[in-house]
C-alpha cells in the first residue's frame, strides 16, 4: 500500500483527498485498487464462510 492510501480501505467508500489525488494520477493504480476492492467484496461472500451461516 503506497503511503497515500495507508489509511484508507478498498471499497470503504470515500477515499483521503491524499489517495483520490494518487489515484487520480495513476490509471495502473486506479484499476489496482478496484481489483483490491474486489477481491475483499468477494472474501466476504456468505457461501465462502460455512461456520457464519
Same mark, same amino acid.
Not at 497515500?4 to 477515499?15: F, T
Not at 494518487?22 to 467484496?41: C, G
Given at each position: 500500500?503506497?503511503?497515500?492510501?495507508?489509511?484508507?480501505? =478498498?471499497?470503504?467508500?470515500?477515499?483521503?483527498? !491524499?489517495?483520490?489525488?494518487?489515484?487520480?494520477?495513476?490509471?495502473?493504480?486506479? @484499476? @489496482?485498487?478496484?481489483? !483490491?476492492?474486489?477481491?475483499? !467484496?468477494? !472474501?466476504?461472500? =456468505?457461501?465462502?464462510?460455512?461456520?457464519?451461516?
Amino acid at each position: 500500500m503506497v503511503e497515500e492510501c495507508a489509511g484508507d480501505v =478498498p471499497g470503504g467508500g470515500s477515499l483521503s483527498p !491524499e489517495c483520490r489525488k494518487f489515484l487520480d494520477a495513476s490509471e495502473r493504480a486506479t @484499476q @489496482q485498487w478496484r481489483l !483490491e476492492a474486489a477481491l475483499l !467484496e468477494f !472474501e466476504r461472500l =456468505p457461501w465462502l464462510h460455512p461456520s457464519r451461516r
